[in-house]
């Protein structure tokens, strides 16, 4: 299954001064062949960097972003999480859970359209409630826009993000993240340039820019103030 990515994991592998330190990219371009993380993935991952399979193993069951059953088209990643739940992500997860015939967390449609996730924080608490898509950011839902969201892509649309790229699907995004920003496989580098900070997110910035704050200098190194 993994023949056709030798080339690339070689790539990934050279990036590093030991091997073993590729293994999180490495665990990416397995989720770009697969959907997730088989138990030949691991195999493929500890051959590749000369480690144990447990060692793969510890890494891969350790970081959320790594699946151990396939993901569908896409990834829905509804934050429920602290102040996206007390603003609506609580009744956004239930209604999505809902229109998908009940399925759970990491379970996926009966149409293989999409898998969903309830997410911990995504650091987008300015923009609360959020959801994410394959990792790109739909801001400041409802429970009518998010249902909106879920239809389009049941109906097998690409609706587009409130920041970031435009939608690609699991598999192309995971390519990504191994590190392949300009393969033809995702479109090139056109393909994940997007608006990537909201006005939210800058205001802090801009006041202090307007008041002239600025923060504290750093101590020099050594010095006990
Ligand atoms: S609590 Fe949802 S983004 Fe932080």
Redesign the pocket.
Known sequence: MFDGVRDRAAAIIARYPEPRSALLPLLHLVQHVEGHVSRSGIAFCAEALEITTAEVSAVATFYTMYKREPVGRHLVSV?T????AALG?DDIYAAVRERLDGIGHEETSADGSMTIEHAE?????DL???LTVDYEFFDKQTVDSALEIIDALRRGEKPAPTRGAPLTDFRSVELLLAGFFDDPAVGGLDAVAGPSAAEESLRGARLAEERGWTAPSVPDEGSSS
């Open positions: 934050c999480n602290t102040l996206c992500g924080c995504l650091a987008a608490c609360a409630p959020v």
